[in-house]
């Protein structure tokens, strides 16, 4: 089946710094993804979703300067996460359509000292 | 605008017993309905889906769900869990058909007992 890959899958950082997690769908072009933030414990949030040549589409109360979007290619977003701070800390999750089916990456675990 | 309740947010079951995890929707047109898998530190594995036609949908690993819309349910059920089954279980509403932004429940964490 049709896979979505995230990398990196855990990344730790010092507070301030900016940090930037892939989404790839490996088989497959999409022409939109989407990401998701997930708390411990609790369900997925839609943080945004990315068009590939266009500006993403953030969720209320998402901050679009903080957390940035690019969608370069059919098969690439990025999400970058920009002056992190501890609060940041959380499970980021994408995903991918094609044929009817969504489908997620792995996640990517984010922890701000 | 569309909501998914999941009541259950801990369910425990014996290995081999059966299993029904509870959904509720809230759409007012005809729902595109989910559920979701996640073992811990993972992704989302999707375990079936209803768009439209039988009310009864077969997933993989053995799991069912059964359409209601006079309840606004979709209720996810296994005749008989294995420990492998133990995850977090995330029902999920989308608006249109295909590769739409979802909207997900709560979860409900599964554990199994021997």
């Known amino acids: 089946g049709a896979v979505v890959s995230q990398h990196p899958s855990r990344v730790i950082c010092k507070s301030g710094t900016s940090v930037k997690i892939e989404c790839r769908s490996l088989d497959f072009q999409a022409t939109t993804m989407f990401w998701y933030r997930q708390f411990p414990k609790q369900s997925l949030m839609l943080m945004a979703t990315s068009n590939e040549g266009s500006k993403a589409t953030y969720e209320q109360g998402v901050e679009k300067d903080k957390f940035l979007i690019n969608h370069a290619s059919l098969t690439l977003s990025t999400l970058t996460v920009t002056s992190a701070h501890p609060e940041d800390s959380s499970f980021y999750i994408c995903?991918?359509?094609?044929?009817?089916?969504?489908?997620f990456g792995e996640g990517s675990r984010l922890t701000v000292l | 605008a569309q909501s998914v309740t999941q009541p259950d947010i801990h369910i425990t079951v014996s290995e081999g017993a059966s299993l029904e995890l509870r959904c509720n929707y809230s759409y007012g047109a005809t729902p595109y309905l989910f559920w979701y898998v996640q073992s811990p530190g993972q992704g989302l594995q999707l375990l079936l889906k209803?768009?439209?036609?039988?009310?009864l949908v077969q997933g993989i690993k053995g799991f069912e769900a059964e359409f209601k819309r006079s309840q606004s349910s979709f209720n996810l059920r296994k005749p008989s869990v294995h420990w492998s089954d133990a995850a977090e279980y995330f029902c999920?509403?989308?608006?249109?058909?295909?590769?739409?932004?979802?909207?997900f429940g709560t979860g409900t964490r599964l554990t199994i007992i021997p």
């Open positions: 209803y768009f439209s036609g039988d009310t």
């Open positions: 999920a509403v989308g608006e249109n058909f295909g590769n739409e932004k979802l909207t």
């Open positions: 995903s991918a359509g094609t044929t009817g089916e969504l489908f």
